[in-house]
């Protein structure tokens, strides 16, 4: 017949440098096992969570980090959208300089060195070639503003001399539409600008009145030679302040608006001639 076993136990014995104090004390060895495993666990459970945590906080300092660089972005983004905004508005201005500025040959006159244009950039800017970028569009666009104002004396006298403003205040009825299939009365070589009756029409430039007077399709019509091959016609007036051969400044009233000649309602029929051809009157407008 067997016997049964005592249950194993370990000592432990403490004991103190003089060997006065000794503790000892037995623990089972279920006991001591299980308290290892339990050991094992909080060491396993405290390696995962550190584990986790720099995990967590290197996601979190990416995403921090990754914010900063899209606002830094988006920064950059509206500096260069308000660039490009200031840059078109410069392009239109130069456009309408070199059709001011034609030379006898009919080409305009370039603002710069040989270039066609100030501005010739991609649509899309690497990332890392942004600050540059931005950099470079300033300098242009300084550039841009000396060109146009330290131009040569002859482009600065054909832009004090040419059309360039609207005569009139009101809103613009009908386009240019140049010349017709048809021809004849169905041609519309100018600007229609709807007015009230009456209202003042100012000189778009200066010069000198070659015709103040009546005219079948357009009624009492004022034309200025401005000079360089530059003549304005404002038709459809109610009546004229000024005769032929009279000195006019810019904005100076020549004419009321009307209805005279081939006309439904009060309007004033502008137009821009450039060595005998006619030109759409907006390509001119600076102001």
Known sequence: MKTKTKNKKISFLMMSDTGAHNISF?????????????????????????????????R?????????ENTDL??????IDNLYAEIRKIK???????????????????LTDGSASFF??????????LDLFVQ??????????????????????IIESAP?????????????EGKSDKGGRDDHTGIDIAAVYDSPIRASGPGIVTFAGWKPDFGNIVEIDHGYGYVSRYGHCSRTTVKKGDLVERSQAIAFVGSSGRSSAPHLHF??????QRIDPMLFIIK
Request: glycine fraction near 4%.
């Open 164 to 176: 360039t403003i609207l005569p009139v205040d009101g809103w613009i009825s009908r386009g240019f």
């Open 271 to 276: 137009e821009i001639i450039k060595d005998g």
């Open 136 to 157: 470079n569009i300033k300098l242009q666009r300084n550039l841009a503003y000396i060109n146009i104002k330290d131009g040569e004396e002859r482009r600065k006298r």
């Open 74 to 79: 988006k920064e950059k983004n509206r500096k």
């Open 120 to 129: 010739d950039y991609p649509e899309v800017v690497p990332e890392k070639e």
């Open 26 to 58: 037995a623990l089972s060895v279920w006991v001591v096992k299980l308290l290892v495993t339990l050991f094992m666990l909080v060491i396993c459970a405290m390696a995962l969570f550190v584990a986790y945590y720099a995990r967590i906080s290197h």
């Open 92 to 110: 239109a201005y130069e456009k309408k300089i070199r059709l001011l500025t034609m030379n006898d040959e009919g080409n305009a006159e370039t």
């Open 60 to 68: 979190i300092l990416t995403v921090s980090v990754l914010a900063r």
